[in-house]
């Protein structure tokens, strides 16, 4: 896990505030990207989230339905499956 060597407090409801340099190094959009956050042993892990298709995992040519993400590639072998 990388380092920074930077500290930040929470407020008093609880919040942080991920440092600037951290976002921009991660590409993170303000209300637009999400993050994961984890439990490890004794540390709480902040992760970038990366939507995936609930079907193969791809990340690519993602559609919403019902609050799932499905790729147009296995919507498309979908469709030919109910067509048999």
Do not use: S
């Amino acid at each position: 896990m990388r380092e920074t060597g930077i500290i930040r407090g929470l407020d008093n409801m609880g919040r942080v505030v991920i440092p600037k340099e951290i976002r921009k190094f991660l590409d993170m959009t303000e209300g637009e990207d999400q993050f994961e956050i984890l439990m490890q042993d004794d540390c709480i892990v902040l992760k970038k989230h990366n939507p995936t298709c609930v079907l193969c995992g791809g990340a690519d040519d993602l559609i919403e339905h019902d609050g799932k993400l499905v790729c147009k590639t296995c919507i498309e072998a979908l469709n030919k499956k109910t067509q048999e």
